[in-house]
């Protein structure tokens, strides 16, 4: 049996005291108080353990349906050293169908936890097979949770997906995370997705080379630049790493130029 660590443990001696307490006051089992037992009331001594011995399938079956958060929570995070463990085949077999799953958690810690874990079972993928594994189950979880209700898991995702970019070429760049963040770019339904984007594009300009980031993100970023004065500032805090990857020149002409703009009086 295997406990989910020291956390985990100070919530079971918890509720254990608190059983403790309703035993002394009677509520549980007659005690000295002489009160009347609890219907549900017990000592929940193994409620917080995991059965490590069983067959791995079968324990991410079990705790994939549990309806304790702990041990969803303790499944996710030990998606990535099964993969580690697995390989490209048996991992698309064993880990990835439970994604889709995992991804419509109600609970945000969940989801969070589960986009965390992306990049790393995506290091466990590095053959011509687990690269098309990235693009096909891994990558389309991110996309999807970065419009996620919970702003914890779309910052979370906005990190995973340069997590994920380090590993991919820049074409796949080009062609399946570039066309997310100009979606975000340009949704003026909700203006966290525009300064996610903008979030996006300064921490992915390193990994999309001179020529991408000339020719998409310099005219995203002038275009943010025209945005309410959170997203503005967002960009004018972060000019350096697009700048840096562009050159001084034409940061200077193409961007630089926008700082009165984007830095102007609050609104």
Not at 42 to 71: G, N, T, W
Request: proline residues 5%; contains cysteine; hydrophobic residues 45%.
């Amino acid at each position: 049996m295997f406990y989910l660590g020291s956390w985990v443990s100070r919530i079971k001696q918890s509720i254990l005291e608190m059983t403790d307490i309703l035993a002394t006051l009677g509520l549980e089992g007659g005690g000295e108080a002489g009160g009347e037992a609890v219907s549900g009331v017990s000592r929940p001594e193994d409620e917080f353990e995991v059965d490590d011995a069983l067959p791995l399938p079968e324990k991410i079956q079990k705790y994939l349906q549990s309806e304790m958060i702990i041990h969803r929570l303790y499944l996710v995070r030990e998606l990535a050293g099964y993969a580690h463990l697995l390989g490209t085949n048996e991992t698309q077999i064993v880990v990835l169908p439970v994604l889709d799953e995992l991804k419509q958690d109600v609970e945000p810690v969940i989801r969070q936890a589960l986009v965390e874990q992306l990049p790393l079972i995506a290091e466990n993928l590095s053959d011509a097979s687990g690269q098309q594994c990235i693009i096909s189950n891994i990558l389309p979880i991110a996309v999807q949770l970065t419009r996620d209700p919970n702003p914890q898991v779309r910052l979370s995702t906005t990190e995973a997906l340069i997590g994920l970019a380090i590993a991919m070429d820049v074409k796949v760049i080009e062609e399946h995370i570039l066309p997310v963040v100009s979606s975000l770019a340009n949704d003026s339904s909700q203006e966290e997705y525009r300064v996610e984007a903008a979030r996006l594009v300064q921490h992915l300009a390193k990994h999309m080379g001179r020529d991408l980031c000339i020719e998409f993100a310099l005219p995203l970023m002038s275009k943010l630049a025209s945005d309410n004065f959170r997203i503005r500032k967002v960009i004018g805090g972060n000019i350096g790493p697009l700048a840096t990857v562009v050159g001084t020149e034409i940061a200077t002409t193409q961007l630089v130029c926008s700082v009165p703009t984007f830095v102007s009086t609050k609104e």
